[in-house]
């Protein structure tokens, strides 16, 4: 069994993913390049370098998931670090932001994408818990992060005074709201073993996930992931948190 950390991180062929995939190749880490489309993650994996393994990876087919989590177990027999990156805003192309959210409002939100968002977003995450913990059971030192968003803490966005409170819409924001709540029962079930649950909201990036009108470059916007995913076994569980290790409410 290799001595390396192995870790999948999802959605791992562009953005923040890519960018923790190449943080944590860095460290030494092998690591699984999760990516819908395989030759964009053999292009991402081959610009990563040695230590980076492109991994067609599909968070919304069961299939795609369970053969991905085969390959991983006939490699290298377990998984240390499981980034569950993955993640959609709209199913729509070439719409900037401003109009996004003017036509995501619970009002008008179309409900075909509303249920295109929760599939990568919420259901994605919790069928690659499901499907890799057995790997992460074999581990001595194993841990989950969950990339989520600070608009989906209900108590920020109840708040009057938060900036981004009238983005808040049943689709995206909502979404990682319920990305929280399945991340809490992730926590919930594990906390008596020695497997590790984080939660963390990352900078306001800009990648294609938000049309590139994003505040921060990629590798800012990615330090709290990477963070939290270089924790060692003594370090908690249990938190929600976004740059740098500051605590966020539910």
């Known amino acids: 069994m290799p001595t390396k950390r192995i870790a999948l ?17 860095a460290d030494g880490m092998t690591v699984f390049v999760g990516s ?5 993650g053999e292009a991402a994996a081959a610009e990563i370098g040695e230590g980076a393994i492109a991994l067609q990876l599909d968070v919304t087919d069961t299939a795609s998931i369970a053969s991905a989590a085969e390959r ?42 509303v249920r295109a968002v929760w599939e ?51 689709a995206y924001a909502a979404s990682k709201t319920a990305l929280n709540a399945v991340t809490l029962s992730m926590m919930i079930e594990l906390e008596h073993s020695d ?13 294609a996930l938000v049309n590139f009108e994003g505040t921060e470059s990629v590798e800012d916007a990615a330090r709290e992931v990477v963070r939290v995913a270089r924790l060692g076994p003594d370090a908690p569980s249990g938190t929600f948190t976004r740059w740098e290790g500051t605590g966020l409410p539910w």
Not at 120 to 134: E, H, S
Not at 197 to 203: A, F, H, K, R, T
Request: glycine share 6%; aromatic share 6%.
């Open 72 to 113: 991983i177990r006939d490699e290298t027999g377990r998984l240390d670090l499981l980034v569950n990156n993955a993640a959609i805003s709209t199913t729509r192309t070439d719409i900037d932001l401003a109009e996004f959210r003017a036509t995501s409002k619970a009002s008008m939100a179309p409900l075909d994408e």
């Open 36 to 40: 819908r489309d395989l030759a964009r």
């Open 120 to 170: 990568v977003n919420v259901f994605g995450a919790l069928a690659m818990y499901q499907a890799t913990l057995p790997l992460l059971r074999r581990s001595s030192d194993a841990r989950i992060v969950n990339v989520t968003s600070a608009l989906g803490s209900l108590t920020t966005v109840a708040d009057p005074a938060f900036a981004y409170r009238s983005t808040f819409g049943p």
């Open 195 to 207: 497997i590790k649950v984080n939660l963390v909201s990352p900078g306001f990036a800009k990648t």
């Open 9 to 25: 991180v999802t959605g791992a062929n562009q953005g923040m993913g890519k960018q923790v995939a190449k943080e944590l190749v």
